[in-house]
């Protein structure tokens, strides 16, 4: 009998846990109804119902075969022709903007040696997802596109290049995906690698932030920069011990989620750190400014004996003079709460949130901070200084200063989603121009033979896959796919050497001699 055990095992397990699983089902489908009842969130729905599912998955037949689910793996989605169709904008957009800025691009592989990906990230290393070990090298899937740009960096021992990625990057997150946050999801970086004066690549950084987020017309936006340095600088002559900066800047880096309570009880009691050192924290990190701020602090008598926040502090000046050039400042603010957990940065910093969108309207909080400070979404962008990481690959440690930004894009899809929901434009999901029809029978090869000469002339054509379609379906396809012209044959306009063309939405129609067909439709495309 092992060989049943062994099966049933495989199966989920004896009688009992199967009368356990179907308990649970009925208390989920009870969940489930509730929910629907109270007219919940469609979010909050379907996470139940995923849970549902999968504990009918666990549950299996009784023959020995589960049923399966079909679903895409947790944290994944597809993209349909219509959000395909919203995210080629987005992604032309900002390609459309990098380009201006001169960038060319680069493509590395989906997965790197896991050696690459260790300790670049801190804590959150775990997030890391490795491939199975299959007797070859150790691998892992990439978790940004800043490491493998820095090892590419070093490998081909390139000391300047200006360059952007649009790829697909992975995390084993718990993804709340409602909120645009997936465990495949594209990043979009931009970067410039090199030897340069300071603060003028970093400016050119924030300026195409600005350029993107105002062009995709998200709603209005903050970019808080802040500096490695100064927080360093704070961190030392607040009396955080050297080997905490790390650990504390990443709960620094929850300002934005979480309260100052919260954040101060996670650095006394997880981190250890002395209440008064967090108390001298709290104060640097409610200030905000731009310049002034800059000017204000390189004269406070605790910062300023901070070599490191002096240096970071001359360089903010220098920034929000070139911003101010660049006539972006009335977006960027200089926040001492900005603290972004990566590890590899090492100067400038900064992050960039919708503060509201049109998509979202925040409800007002009942305290008046309201107006001071408007409400954040989420983080649409965010980038740095990091001029350790291609040290770290090069086997003589050399170093290649850079700095980059990368594009928050699936946050950018879906509110550019729900906008196109919101909108009564219909989105197209094809660009066919001509449709080619016949209102009468055996014209099957006509239709052919013309639509070919349209697709040879660069037309975008389509033509219905049937002999003798009737010309109100053809008609109906147009109307529906968003197809503005068609092209109409019968027996007589054969005889006559003319086309018939329609145009869908106002029904006008105007006989054309086949030599000037093209022309005519191109002209009519143009208009």
Known sequence: GSLKQRSAHRRGGTMADRAQIQEAIKTQGEAVRKLKEQ??????????VAKLLELKARLGTDDGKHPFVLKTPKGTRDYNPKQMAIREKVFSTIIGCFKRHGAETIDTPVFELKETLTGKYGEDSKLIYDLKDQGGELLSL?????????RYLAMNKITNIKRYHIAKVYRRDNPAMTRGRYREFYQCDFDIAGQYDPMIPDAECLKIVHEILSELQLGDFRIKVNDRRI?????????????????????????DKASWEEVKSEMVGEKGLAPEAADQIGEYVSMQGGLDLAEKLLQDAKLSQSKQAVAGLTDMKQLFKYLELFKVTDKVVFDLSLARGLDYYTGVIYEAVLTQTQAEPQPQKQNSNAAEEPASV???????????????????GRKVPCVGVSIGIERVFSIMEQKAEASADKIRTTETEVMVASAQKNLLEERLKLTAELWDAGIKAEVMYKKNPKLLSQLQHCEETGIPFVAIIGEQEIKDGVVKIRNVATREEVDVTRADLVKEIKNKLQS
């Open 231 to 255: 927080l360093d600088g704070m961190f030392a002559v607040c009396g955080v011990p050297d080997d905490k900066f790390r650990t504390i800047c990443s709960t620094v880096d929850k300002l």
């Open 378 to 396: 989420g983080s649409v962008a965010g980038g740095g200084r990091y001029d350790g990481l291609v040290g770290m690959f090069d086997p003589k």
């Open 142 to 150: 990439r978790y940004d596109l800043t490491v493998p740009f820095a």
């Open 39 to 48: 007219k919940a969130s469609k979010d909050q729905i379907d996470e139940e």
